[in-house]
């Protein structure tokens, strides 16, 4: 373990983990000896003889597991951003250990009774309002892990959590071997008609990565529907990487159903025994919204609004497809999923009269970050940033930035790791490799992992408005991790619930549609000239544009997560009978519409 680099803090600047020094080897040793270690400083203070105080329990507890917390963090970022087939090994064999770890100091009735001793004693304490906050969270934290449950029922939910952290390792590795595999593989250029050059490109570059020289490779991202969809003008071809997209890991060596099949029961069982009637109530408890009833309000007002609309703009879509088809005298055909993308720049165009490919180059990446997301962020909270090119990296595409705050004192360390990889989990999303917390004198490490399809060498990239909108969002996350203030890890950065912890990066993220933001960085990436005034106008007209769609495809998503938890372990189905259950449960809210799929399902 001595030169395990992650046996002591970093000696980096903010700590900055050692990624030049990190090996796989590193991991599974380092996880044991943090897991041990952690063991015995809890095992200290449960079995202190002195009487449980707010400094000798709650703060001690604090500081424990930082060998553990080091290697944790470092590790879920990188299995998520940059795995491995050896990752995906250590993940899986690391994971369950991790959660009976958890559990075993959780469930760990002494160290329990002196929290709760103080819990009962909190409001004589005296504590300062953030002590206060912190050991009311600790006390959450045991009782909704099962800390007053029998010693039987323990038993019970340790063998509960164990196999839903597999499950859950399991699910994600299918997903993103599906996606991998589900990529779609195109002959010919002329196949592409309607891409751009830059995503030509990268579909080429995706098929040289792939041992496939000459040909094209167009990769699956996150989501239902997938952006090339938007400009393939082959309708073969755009029903094809549909059809790849929304039945990934249904089915084949990568299948999810009985993944999902048992998680969803085994989930309903433990919020039973934890005295809930589902997991969607023992979710949502410690959530904003606090009830399932809550959730459902909100979601199934807005429904029929966003259906209703996607309905009207169907109508128009479906207008085009039949006067193309009167024009070239070919058979018209009703608008499928696959098409809808397609037709709505069509309608885009009609409506606003322009289309991404005249947008594009004025979104490229560098200028979006300095001239967009950075000078916003200087604008609005004082920020100023340098590049940092002397540390290591985990990837040479990742860009390390030093944050100073409104005073020119350092705050943080950025990191973007923007481009699209086979290795790196879908979607977008801020990681903490550092939490700042002054009990420990630590300064935020945050990350942003993007996938945006990675430019051929010496290309620009371009961005689409939305991959420009996401940029600011995420770096909204980032923000919030950055201007943490606390002196406790646990309420550090982002620890918020999760229907808050959007709040930050939706605020950020509508930066980029502000027009004096938007004007500064919009700008041609070859001849530095500004977006033309009036593009800009249409840019910002058309913000409202395709919105029935795009609230429609959420909410069936978030309704379709609420009635997957809202189930008892009795209700829950079959492998067999899993796309059925989803099925009917669009069709119960109402939101059954085959032309607008569920964003995730
Ligand atoms: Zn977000």
């Known amino acids: 373990m001595m030169d395990n680099p992650f046996s002591h803090p970093s000696t980096l600047p903010y700590q900055l983990p050692p990624f030049d020094k990190i090996t796989h080897s590193h991991y599974l040793p380092a996880f044991e000896a943090g897991m041990r270690a952690h063991r015995q400083e809890v095992a200290a203070i449960a079995q202190a003889p002195q009487p449980p105080t707010f400094e000798n329990t709650i703060v001690t507890l604090e500081r424990s597991g930082q060998a553990l917390e080091r290697v944790s963090t470092v590790f879920s970022h990188l299995n998520a951003a940059n795995t491995d087939p050896e990752m995906d090994k250590i993940d899986t064999e690391i994971t369950p250990k991790l959660t009976a770890h958890e559990d075993a100091i959780l469930l760990d009735a002494a160290l329990f009774a002196r929290v709760d001793s103080l819990y009962r004693q909190r409001a004589a304490l005296k504590l300062d309002p953030e002590s206060l906050q912190l050991l009311e969270r600790y006390h959450v934290m045991f009782v909704r892990a099962g800390a007053k449950l029998s010693e039987a029922d323990k038993a019970r939910l340790r063998g509960f959590n164990e196999e839903l952290a597999s499950l859950m390792t399991q699910f994600r590795q299918n997903v993103l071997k599906a996606s991998k595999d589900g990529a779609v593989v195109v002959d010919s250029a002329e196949d592409l008609e309607g891409l751009s050059p830059e995503q030509i490109g990268a579909a080429a570059q995706a098929a040289a990565a792939r041992d496939l020289p000459g040909r094209y490779v167009i990769t699956l991202q996150n989501t239902t529907n997938q952006p090339p969809l938007a400009r393939l003008k082959n309708r073969a071809l755009r029903e094809k990487i549909y059809k790849a997209s929304i039945q990934r890991a249904d089915g084949g060596p990568a299948d999810n159903n009985a993944v999902i099949a048992r998680m969803v029961r085994l989930r309903a069982e433990r919020a039973q025994l934890l005295g809930y009637p589902n997991h969607a109530s023992y979710q949502l408890e410690d959530e904003s919204a606090a009830t399932p009833a809550a959730v459902r309000e909100i979601l199934t007002r807005l429904a029929p609004a966003g259906l209703a609309s996607a309905r009207r703009d169907a109508a128009e879509m479906q207008a085009i497809v039949d006067g193309e088809a009167a024009r070239n005298r070919t058979a018209p055909f009703k608008l499928q999923p696959w098409d809808w993308a397609f037709y709505a720049e069509a309608l885009r165009k009609e409506r606003y009269d322009f289309d991404e490919a005249q947008v594009a180059p004025y979104f490229e990446l560098d200028h979006v970050l300095h001239d967009g997301v950075f000078y916003a962020a200087r604008e609005l909270y004082g920020f100023t940033f340098q590049e940092r090119k002397d540390l290591p990296l985990y990837h ?206």
Do not use: C
């Open 396 to 601: 040479p595409d990742v860009r390390i930035f030093e944050v100073f705050d409104r005073d020119g004192t350092p705050l943080a360390l950025f990191l973007g790791d923007f481009f699209a990889r086979d290795n790196k989990r879908g979607g977008a999303w801020m990681d903490n490799l550092v939490r700042q917390s002054r009990l420990f004198e630590r300064k935020p490490v945050v990350t942003n992992t993007l996938n945006i399809p990675k430019p051929q060498p010496g290309r620009p990239a371009l961005l689409t408005f939305d991959e420009v909108t996401t940029l600011f969002h995420e770096f909204g996350h980032a923000v919030h991790g950055m201007l943490s203030d606390v002196r406790y890890p646990l309420l550090s950065g982002t620890a918020v619930p999760r229907d808050f912890v959007e709040f930050p990066s939706q605020y950020n993220e509508m930066w980029a549609r502000e027009p004096i933001v938007l004007a500064h960085f919009a700008r041609h990436y070859e001849t530095g000239a500004p977006m033309p005034q009036e593009l800009l106008g249409k840019v910002l007209a058309a913000q409202k544009f395709n919105q029935g769609y795009a609230t429609t495809e959420y909410l069936a998503a978030a309704l379709l997560d609420q009635e997957w938890h809202l189930i008892d372990a009795a209700q829950a189905p079959s492998a067999a009978e899993v796309t059925r259950f989803e099925i009917a449960a669009l069709r119960k809210n109402g939101i059954d519409y085959a032309e607008v799929p569920p964003r995730y399902h």
